[in-house]
């Protein structure tokens, strides 16, 4: 199994990203897929969440109606575009998947992670 996140780097505040995360050894369409992100001497926090057919979205509330998660099953990858950066989105961003199929929160319920990759958002 393994998930590899890209498309993380240096924005300016209220830039966008684009980051992908491409799964392969797992049927990646059974899975819902999560977004988390760590900050500096923070916990790991929800970001956002996909079901495995691509609805069913959830979002922390301090990224909704600024952040978009997406999937293709076909390419076995799933995005999250991020609008309007603000410098507290900086953090190093997971994807992560769950085979509970529906989207959910709790960092528990995801078996597999990948490495993560840096955001970093400057005022």
């Known amino acids: 199994v393994q998930l590899v996140e890209s498309g993380g780097g240096l924005v300016q505040a209220g830039g966008s990203l684009r980051l992908s995360c491409a799964a392969s050894g797992f049927t990646f369409s059974n899975y819902a897929m999560g977004w988390f992100r760590q900050a500096p001497g923070k916990e790991r926090e929800f970001v956002a969440a996909?079901?495995?057919?691509?609805?069913?979205?959830r979002y922390a509330v301090s990224v909704k109606g600024r952040f978009t998660i997406s999937r293709d099953n076909a390419k076995n990858t799933v995005y999250l575009q991020m609008n309007s950066l603000k410098p507290e989105a900086t953090a190093v961003y997971y994807c992560?998947?769950?085979?509970?199929?529906?989207?959910?929160?709790?960092?528990?319920?995801?078996?597999?992670w990948g490495p993560g990759t840096q955001v970093t958002v400057s005022s």
């Open positions: 992560a998947a769950d085979y509970q199929r529906e989207a959910t929160i709790p960092m528990g319920e995801y078996a597999y």
């Open positions: 996909t079901r495995w057919s691509g609805g069913g979205t």
